[in-house]
Nanobody, 124 residues
Framework: QVQLVESGGGLVQAGGSLRLSCAASGRTISYSGMGWFRQAPGNEREFVAVISWNGVSTTYADSVKGRFTISRDNAKSTVYLQMNNLKSEDTAVYYC?????????????????WGQGTQVTVSS
């Protein structure tokens, strides 16, 4: 079992920045890909970013490419999502997810553990 707890969400003005953290406990995440997803009101949950077990490979949704950066610190069992130049359309609940295996994937079915989410609200 892996428990994931997100933090760092909040209210920010358009153009601002936030850094989300995902702290993992239970089984080690050092050999697993880790991803971020988000769900806006009335929308389905969508892929945001994923990082491989060693941090070498990353993949981003086109909507956040160049603005968001995913990273990880395996010694701290923590994954981060640095979000810059935030837009109103980034408003959503952001979820951290643990992937089966160490590679990257965008499909939600590849992930087996999920956090409770943290709210990000961007005001225009």
């Amino acid at each position: 079992q892996v428990q994931l707890v997100e933090s760092g969400g909040g209210l920010v003005q358009a153009g601002g920045s936030l850094r989300l953290s995902c702290a993992a406990s239970g089984r080690t995440i050092s050999y697993s890909g880790m991803g971020w997803f988000r769900q806006a009101p009335g929308n389905e949950r969508e892929f945001v970013a994923v990082i491989s077990w060693n941090g070498v490979s990353t993949t981003y949704a086109d909507s956040v490419k160049g603005r968001f950066t995913i990273s990880r610190d395996n010694a701290k069992s923590t994954v981060y999502l640095q979000m810059n130049n935030l837009k109103s359309e980034d408003t959503a609940v952001y979820y951290c997810a643990h992937k089966r295996g160490g590679t990257v994937a965008v499909e939600q079915r590849a992930y087996n553990y999920w956090g409770q989410g943290t709210q990000v609200t961007v005001s225009s």
